[in-house]
């Protein structure tokens, strides 16, 4: 099996105040958990989400002349220093081509120069794929939930509790 080239996707933060981002999160939250036997999120769940305080979107686009596609988003929520990935998700023909990877370091960045100090999410345990990207960008298992995740087909999954300690704007003053 062949490896997918990698692509260079644009990422925008995106406005929260619409449904068309809930929208085309939906669908792509939907195509990208399918092959894990889960459910996506539907529209409704994630606007709901969206106009949570402290809650930001992440939007990954493939831009080819006049055509914009989005291909995966991060919605994540950072309040009083901490932060949490609430979800990541790219279509599937564009997975292991370094979308999630392009988002989750432009999180990062944002988390950063935000002053937030830790970055907190959850991972299928059976989702090697994303437990891979998450090691190589340096987080740290802290604990595990068993049985978390419920597949379609009735299966239970663990989670894996992951943390990642953030550079704040702080750590790089000189003294």
């Not at 085309?24 to 539907?42: R, V």
């Not at 990954?60 to 950072?78: C, I, K, M, Q, T």
């Not at 023909?93 to 999180?107: C, D, H, N, S, T």
């Amino acid at each position: 099996m062949t490896t997918p080239s990698p692509i260079a996707p644009e990422i925008r933060m995106m406005d929260l105040s619409g449904t068309a981002g809930a929208e085309i999160c939906s669908k792509i939250h939907k195509a990208a958990f399918a092959p894990l036997d889960e459910d996506g999120w539907s529209a409704a769940a994630i606007a709901e989400l969206m106009a949570s305080s402290g809650v930001h979107l992440l939007m990954a686009h493939l831009v080819a002349g006049e055509d914009d596609v989005p291909v995966g988003f991060a919605l994540y929520r950072s309040i009083a220093g901490e932060a949490e990935l609430i979800t990541l998700a790219t279509l599937p023909e564009y997975q292991g081509r370094g979308v999630a990877r392009a988002l989750m370091k432009e999180m990062i960045s944002h988390l950063e120069g935000g002053g937030a100090e830790k970055l907190f999410l959850e991972v299928r345990a059976d989702n090697l794929r994303a437990v891979k990207l998450y090691s190589d960008l340096g987080f740290e298992k802290i604990g595990k939930r068993s049985n978390y995740y419920k597949t379609r087909s009735g299966s239970h999954i663990d989670a894996l509790c992951l943390a990642l300690f953030l550079k704040t704007a702080c750590d790089h003053k000189e003294i």
